[in-house]
T-cell receptor, first 113, second 116 residues
């Protein structure tokens, strides 16, 4: 079975721009969750989608949004980028949600200049 | 209420020794406690997980010890090997099955280095 695929692997954006990251889950997984990883704050939960519906959201501003398509693929969007948004963004898929084993992709490294 | 405190931040262990990483949580509603292992340039991978109805779970060289009354859980790596050198994250998750409102909190991570 193919693992979780995230694209692109690296992104460099300018402050004020917006960015869209993509995640393809493991086949059969209906839950996709997103995380921000930074050296200072560690791994932080952004939000989770299950069957195209956002089921839970972490404590991030509204500039962070996402969606899930009928094939379970998910996108995350960050608008009006700030320098502090520079991070590794990880997505994870699972059968049942964040209360079950998560299968992570290798992330998208976003640098905001 | 929603924090998960992980210690130590970094750990150096001799090959063959026992590596121990500890986590403490506050919210008694957490009901799923996984440990993830992350190598540089890779996403985290599930190592082992436990639910609060058991006090210990062992998988190969990896053991989770769970103390519900103290709200603590720990990862023990027996016979530590250089290939175990990685960053380890504990996590605690809430699964409110009535409305499926899952949420997960991670510890800040422990950088483990096994000396050859």
């Amino acid at each position: 079975k193919a693992g979780v695929t995230q694209t692109p692997r690296y992104l460099i954006k300018t402050r004020g721009q917006q960015v869209t990251l993509s995640c393809s889950p493991i086949s059969g997984h209906r839950s996709v969750s997103w995380y921000q990883q930074t050296p200072g704050q560690g791994l932080q939960f952004l939000f989770e989608y299950f069957s195209e519906t956002q089921r839970n959201k972490g404590n991030f501003p509204g500039r962070f949004s996402g969606r899930q398509f009928s094939n379970s693929r998910s996108e995350m969007n960050v608008s009006t980028l700030e320098l502090g948004d520079s991070a590794l963004y990880l997505c994870a898929s699972s059968l049942q949600g964040t209360n079950s084993p998560l299968h992570f992709g290798n992330g998208t490294r976003l640098t905001v200049t | 209420q929603q924090q998960v405190k992980q210690s130590p931040q970094s750990l150096i262990v001799q090959k063959g020794g026992i590596s121990i990483i500890n986590c403490a949580y506050e919210n008694t509603a957490f009901d799923y406690f996984p440990w993830y292992q992350q190598f540089p340039g890779k996403g985290p991978a599930l190592l082992i997980a436990i639910r609060p109805d058991v006090s210990e779970k062992k998988e190969g060289r990896f053991t989770i010890s769970f103390n519900k009354s103290a709200k603590q859980f720990s990862l023990h790596i027996m016979d530590s090997q250089p290939g175990d050198s990685a960053t380890y994250f504990c996590a605690a998750s809430i699964g409110l099955r009535m409305n499926r409102d899952d949420k997960i909190i991670f510890g800040k991570g422990t950088r483990l280095h096994i000396l050859p």
